[in-house]
């Protein structure tokens, strides 16, 4: 399921079962990084995936996710790196 603004990804993630989110760095309503906290506050064992465009993964920000994805592969590219 997809959600476009950080504060419907939060409300998604507190009303469904959710196994793992891939989170974009630059949303519309807040960035990646603060929706990520709170929903590590929300669900602190859930895995979020950074899902940004190369210059976003800076090492500090990379240590808050559980992986990084660029927005800019190939669909099947990253796919694989989920399945990883």
């Known amino acids: 399921m997809a959600a476009t603004t950080g504060?419907?990804?939060l409300r998604l993630l507190?009303?469904?079962h959710v196994d793992g989110?891939?989170?974009?760095?630059?949303?519309?309503?807040?960035?990646g990084?603060?929706?990520r906290a709170e929903m590590k506050r929300i669900k602190p064992d859930?895995?979020?995936?950074l899902?940004?465009?190369?210059?976003s993964q800076?090492?500090?920000?990379?240590?808050?996710?559980d992986l990084y994805l660029r927005n800019s592969e190939r669909p099947a590219v990253v796919f694989d790196d989920?399945?990883?």
């Not at 989110?21 to 960035?31: F, I, Q, R, S």
């Not at 899902?51 to 210059?55: E, P, Y």
């Open 7 to 9: 504060g419907e990804a």
């Open 51 to 55: 899902f940004a465009g190369i210059g």
């Open 21 to 31: 989110v891939l989170l974009e760095y630059d949303l519309p309503d807040a960035p």
């Open 33 to 35: 990084s603060a929706v």
């Open 82 to 84: 989920l399945d990883a």
């Open 46 to 49: 859930i895995p979020v995936l």
């Open 14 to 16: 507190t009303d469904l």
């Open 58 to 65: 800076t090492p500090f920000l990379l240590r808050f996710f």
